[in-house]
């Protein structure tokens, strides 16, 4: 998401409603699309007899795509306009949601699942910026709220639809489901929808490949050693080609005249540490979605709608606290309301590292799920908060896009890092789940927003 330079008064729209309907649409598709799958995974992988480890990249390929082409996508809104990248994102989306649901081998569903990545990297950073441009004033606040709310919303939408579809019909409805959505929004964004002024400038592609292809290589990296072991060939060269490719994206970015990360946003000390800690939360909070949904189906017998219902109290706990969250925000400060909701979700995920075959849902997960709820939405908007404050105008979109791939490159990160865990802690990683390699992930997942925590205890009070 990059800021938008304006030279003339904002376009006159005739249908606010519809205009605002379209852009949330969008949002909500993306956002909806990283959990509707999750509910889904046990089914996908029984219908394309996939492994373990094959299972996680259908989450982690769309999750690297979404996260390393932020940036990009985000410059390209700036130099082609909003609402032209804004339709080719969402036409890309379209197309790769079709492929998934018509997927006949893990290959297929997995080409498919990375296209919907880049499809949301180009359209999602523009969401918000076609906000600015099309509204102004109270106007622009209301917008804005409803974003928000549509964006907390996103996740319990995508696990309850999630379950009903996959259990009414079948997984690949899950994908079927955004090809209406697509079509609404490309007939109705090129009339309700204003285009921004472009601004003149250069893709970073360097930067761009080098940084996804890294952050993939060291994903990959993670989950091979699951498989193979830490002393597999290609365990090793992808580590390997991992440290390269990203040590060369600093050099690139260090040296490039138009960044797609500016090495400036890291100079603060206080933004540094809160790009560090979401990244951490992120990661946490993201593997244990992928282990938590595998234990509610195969361990306690639920069903897919019941598998999603079942997550149901943590998006309302996080959603409450999302919508009520800045009218104590100004009292008692980012720091201390981030340090919080790291509290909370450590306890949520040292309670679940504590389950056990014999634990029931009531007992043994619910409890973690508010507590989890609460602490993704405490933690997140404080720290977004501190990630923009003083950073310069120019760069504002630079320092969100790049808060955003903190969020899925940790999410991403996580899951490989915690299904490698899983793996090395059971005898026969791509079998059915496995009681203890399962806890032993969740326990690291808590050392993971521990740090989180101690690194937010490090920000100055504002």
Not at 170 to 177: D, G, K, L, T
Not at 222 to 234: E, K, P, Q, V
Request: hydrophobic share 55%; charged share 10%.
């Amino acid at each position: 998401m990059s800021t938008i330079t304006r030279t003339s008064a904002p376009p006159r729209i005739t249908r606010p409603g519809v205009t605002l309907a379209v852009i949330v649409l969008c949002q909500l598709m993306i956002g909806l699309d990283s959990s509707i799958v999750t509910i889904a995974l046990p089914q996908i992988q029984n219908g394309l007899h996939l492994s373990g480890t094959g299972l996680a990249w259908i989450q982690n390929s769309y999750m690297l795509a979404f996260g390393g082409l932020l940036l990009l996508g985000g410059r390209a809104g700036d130099i082609l306009g909003r609402r032209r990248v804004f339709l080719a994102g969402v036409s890309l989306f379209t197309l790769a949601s079709l492929a998934g649901g018509l997927a006949s081998a893990g290959w297929f569903l997995l080409t498919a699942r990375t296209l919907q990545g880049v499809g949301a990297a180009v359209a999602g950073p523009s969401t918000m910026a076609l906000i600015a441009a099309n509204f102004e004033g109270g106007a622009r606040v209301r917008a804005l709220s409803v974003f928000s709310a549509v964006t907390g919303a996103g996740g319990a939408i995508g696990m309850l639809a999630g379950g009903l579809l996959t259990d009414w019909a079948s997984w690949r409805s899950a994908f079927f489901v955004n090809i209406p959505i697509g079509l609404v929004l490309l007939a109705l964004a090129p009339r309700f929808v204003a285009e921004t002024q472009r601004r003149p400038g250069r893709f970073d592609l360097p930067g761009a490949l080098t940084s996804t292809v890294g952050m993939t290589a060291l994903v990959y990296g993670f989950i091979r050693a699951a498989s193979a072991g830490w002393h597999d060939s290609l365990t090793v060269g992808s580590l390997l080609a991992a440290v390269i490719l990203l040590g060369l994206f600093l050099a690139l970015e260090s040296r490039a005249v138009q960044p797609i990360m500016p090495l400036g946003l890291f100079g603060d000390r206080d933004r540094s540490a809160a790009y560090a800690a979401m990244l951490l939360l992120c990661a946490a909070m993201f593997g244990m979605f992928f282990f938590l949904t595998q234990f509610l189906q195969e361990v306690l017998g639920f069903g897919p709608l019941k598998a999603g219902l079942a997550f149901l109290p943590m998006v309302l706990m996080q959603f409450t606290c999302v919508r009520t969250l800045p009218r104590f925000l100004p009292r008692l400060g980012a720091k201390t309301i981030s340090g919080a909701g790291a509290v909370s979700v450590t306890l949520g995920l040292l309670w679940l590292a504590q389950i056990s075959a014999s634990s029931g849902y009531l007992s043994g997960v619910l409890g973690p799920l508010v507590l989890m709820g609460m602490g993704g939405g405490l933690s997140i908007m404080p720290l977004n908060m501190t990630i923009l404050s003083r950073v310069p105008p120019a760069e504002s979109g630079a320092a969100s896009g790049l808060a955003q791939t903190m969020v899925w490159g940790g999410g991403a990160l996580g899951s490989a890092v915690l299904v490698t865990v899983y793996g090395a802690a059971t005898a026969h990683p791509a079998g059915p789940i496995q009681i203890h390699g399962m806890t032993t992930a969740f326990a690291v997942a808590t050392a993971f927003s521990t740090l989180a925590l101690l690194i937010i205890l490090t920000l100055r009070p504002r």
